[in-house]
Nanobody, 128 residues
Framework: QVQLVESGGGLVQAGGSLRLSCAAS???????MGWFRQAPGKEREFVAA????????YYGDSVKGRFTISRDNAKSTVYLQINRVNPEDTAVYYC??????????????????????WGQGTQVTVSS
C-alpha cells in the first residue's frame, strides 16, 4: 500500500477553477492513481484515473470535458484540474491508488472495496 495525502480543496465560486493534488509515499510509481468524489447523501462516484506511465487516462461520464487528471512521477503526485465548477461538484474528493486494477474497472472495484489505498479526502464546496 501507499500513503496518500490530498490538498487543494476549499470554497470556490461557480464558474471558477481549482486544482487538487495528491502526494503519495511508498512504492507508488507503478500504481494506477485517481480520484473519486462523494457528495452528501450520494454514493461514491468515480472521477478519473491515470495509469502508472500516464499514457492511459479514464474519466467518469459526469466530469468529461471539465476535469483533467495528470501525474508527476518524479514528485509522486497526481493532480486533478477542475474547470468551470458548478454546485454539483460539491463533494469530498478522495485520492486512490492501486497496483493491479486498471482505470476502466475502478468504479466497480470501488463498489466492491477492492481499491488498495485511499487518502483522507479533501472538501470542495462550490458556491452559486
Amino acid at each position: 500500500q501507499v500513503q496518500l495525502v490530498e490538498s487543494g480543496g476549499g470554497l470556490v465560486q461557480a464558474g471558477g477553477s481549482l486544482r487538487l493534488s495528491c502526494a503519495a509515499s511508498g512504492r507508488n510509481v507503478f500504481y494506477t492513481m485517481g480520484w473519486f468524489r462523494q457528495a452528501p447523501g450520494k454514493e461514491r462516484e468515480f472521477v478519473a484515473a491515470i495509469s502508472s506511465s500516464g499514457q492511459n487516462i479514464y474519466y467518469g461520464d459526469s466530469v468529461k470535458g471539465r476535469f483533467t487528471i495528470s501525474r508527476d512521477n518524479a514528485k509522486s503526485t497526481v493532480y486533478l484540474q477542475i474547470n468551470r465548477v458548478n454546485p454539483e461538484d460539491t463533494a469530498v474528493y478522495y485520492c486512490a491508488a492501486d497496483p493491479i486494477i486498471s482505470g476502466p474497472l475502478w468504479q466497480i472495484a470501488s463498489a466492491r472495496g477492492r481499491i488498495g489505498s485511499w487518502g483522507q479526502g479533501t472538501q470542495v464546496t462550490v458556491s452559486s
